[in-house]
Each structure stands twice: as C-alpha cells, then as structure tokens.
C-alpha cells in the first residue's frame, strides 16, 4: 500500500513487523519480555512502596531512586504491551497519531531517565566529597525541583519531535520494521528530505544525553579523587560501595541506548536488523527489570525491610 502526498495523517495506519525475521519465534520471545515486564512492574511497585512507607527511607538518595523506579514503570509500559500484542496475536496495526504519541513518550521517559541518573550521580557525589552539607544542599525542595526540572527539560526536548514528523508526506509502504514506535523509524517512512530530523536526533543526543554522561563522569572523577585521599582502606571501601548500585544502573541504561543509537545511524548493514530490534526490545524490560533487584541486592536498608515484609507474611499464612 501506498500513500500519496495528499493523503490525511489522520487516515494512516501503519502495521508493526514486530523482530523481522524471527516471526516464528514470537511466540517463545514473548516468554521472557513478559516475564521481565511483570517482574519490573512488581519490583519497581515494591520499591516505590518501600521509600513511601519506611521513614527510614526517607532521604535524597531514595527520593531519586523512587523517580527512577516511577520511570522505568513507564518506559517498560509505553512500549512492552503493544509488543506482546504483536508477538502473541499479530496485531501490528496502529494509527499515525498513536504512534507519534508513543513516540514521544518513549523519547521524553528516556531523557527524563537520563537526567535522573545525573541527579543521583550529583547527590552521591555530594555526599562523599561534602558530606557535612549533604543535608543542607540536598533538602526536599530542591530534590523537587530537580524532579520537575528533569521532566520539564525532556518535555522541551522530545515536543518538537512530534511536529518533525507531522510536517513530512507520508507516501511509502506503511509497513514499520520494529516493535514499538520511534522517531527515526516513523520519519523514514516519509517520501520528503528528512535531514532536519536526522541533524535534530544528533543535537539532542549530544546536549541531552551526552551531556548528561560527561557530568556522570566528571561526578564520579571528583568522588574519586575525594575516596583515594581518604587514609582509612575500609573507609575507602564503604565510600565506593555506596556509589556500586548507581554505576551498574548507568551502564545497564546507557551501553544498550547507545548501542542503539550508533548502529541505527552509523551500522548500516553490518549489524543485522532483526540483532538491532530484539536488543532494543530487550532495552526496554531489562534495565526496569534489573534496577529494583541491583538496588534490592546491594543496598541494606531495603534489603532487610524486604525480609521483614515477606516474614510477616509467612507468619500471616
């Protein structure tokens, strides 16, 4: 099916392949993105339960831990159920503007995900190197306006995407190579220039995302050399295991995204298609499926009330 340039946007349809190439194992690939999405939404539900209820839990680094979990139940939302909808019963179809919208909540949960994580990395980082003002710096206002800074920020970044794609004509196969809905993968479809979307992309990666990775590092260049001067070993090493959890969580996010990112522009046909879909579709349930456990497994406090609660249970039952 084609269109033409005169055709209504309103009256397109597309139709998602899901992983090309691998149609016949849909049905077995769908095994463990389900079972990662219910575990990331119980895992990311229990957190968020943990950090309100437990006053014990109540400080910046919670407070942060408790957007990212918010994040990651809306990352793996927007995209996974209308996957499994196409692995288990092929229902590919979606319209134009329900894919923009997807579009553009998968990119601006993304971005606002970005910032979170440089937020965590600036309140571990104030944390070791000037623990003395950790309080005072860090106080439940300013953690709210970075919240709202981090999700204002991504909203002006992601919005003109939508009006990126609502200017193209759409007049080539409505077919989508992909499971879910993305911008460069809408965009191609467009019999128009698409240079602007392109060159658009690279800007926000670069003074987005990017950015945010090069203020990690520096973050944790600083708390780095802030550990190695202290004179205690153990000292030393309870400092760094604080900041254990945040690192594993930076990269389960960013290798994969900017994985993603590289081979969608740069791989041409070195890197097969039906590689670069099933890792983007494992991109969005493993990092919201991980995060819970690592924070679970290397931090004390929510480790042992997690003990308390599933004790209480078996008692109860």
């Known amino acids: 099916m084609m269109f033409s340039n005169q055709t209504d946007i309103r009256d397109i349809w597309y139709t998602m392949t899901g992983i090309p190439g691998l149609e016949e194992a849909h049905t077995w690939i769908s095994i463990p993105i389900c079972s990662m999405y219910l575990v990331a939404i119980l895992g990311n539900t229990l957190l968020l339960f943990l950090i309100f209820t437990e006053r ?54 993304f971005v606002a995900e970005s910032a979170i994580l440089l937020a965590m990395a600036f309140d571990r980082y104030v944390a070791i190197c000037h623990p003395l003002r950790y309080t005072t710096i860090l106080t439940p206002s300013a953690i709210g306006k ?12 992601c919005f003109p995407l939508v009006f990126l794609v609502y200017r193209l004509h759409y007049c080539r196969k409505n077919i989508i190579r992909h499971s879910y809905c993305e911008h460069m ?49 153990d000292a030393r090493l309870k400092a760094l295991g604080t900041c254990g959890s945040h690192v594993c969580v930076i990269i389960l996010f960013y290798a994969p995204a900017f994985f993603s990112f590289f081979a969608h522009r740069f791989g041409g046909h070195s890197i097969p298609l039906h590689v670069h879909i099933l890792l983007a579709n494992l991109y969005v349930v493993v990092p919201p499926t991980l995060n819970p456990i690592i924070y679970g497994v290397k931090t004390k406090q929510i480790q042992e009330r997690v003990i308390q609660i599933f004790s209480l249970n078996k008692i109860l039952c």
């Open 185 to 233: 993968g809408i965009a191609r479809l467009a019999c128009d220039s698409i240079k602007v979307n392109i060159y658009y992309g690279v800007i926000v990666a670069l003074f987005s995302t990017c950015l945010d990775v090069v203020l990690i590092i520096i973050s944790y260049a600083l708390i780095l050399c802030t550990v190695f001067k202290i004179p205690s070993r």
């Open 146 to 157: 970075m919240g709202v800074a981090s999700v204002t920020r991504s909203f002006f970044i």
């Open 56 to 109: 014990n839990l109540h400080e910046p680094m919670y407070f942060f831990l408790s957007m990212l979990a918010l994040a990651d139940i809306f990352l793996s939302t927007v995209t996974t159920p209308k996957m499994l909808a196409i692995f288990w019963f092929r229902a590919g179809d979606i319209s134009f503007g329900s894919c923009v919208s997807q579009m553009f909540f998968l990119h601006f949960i």
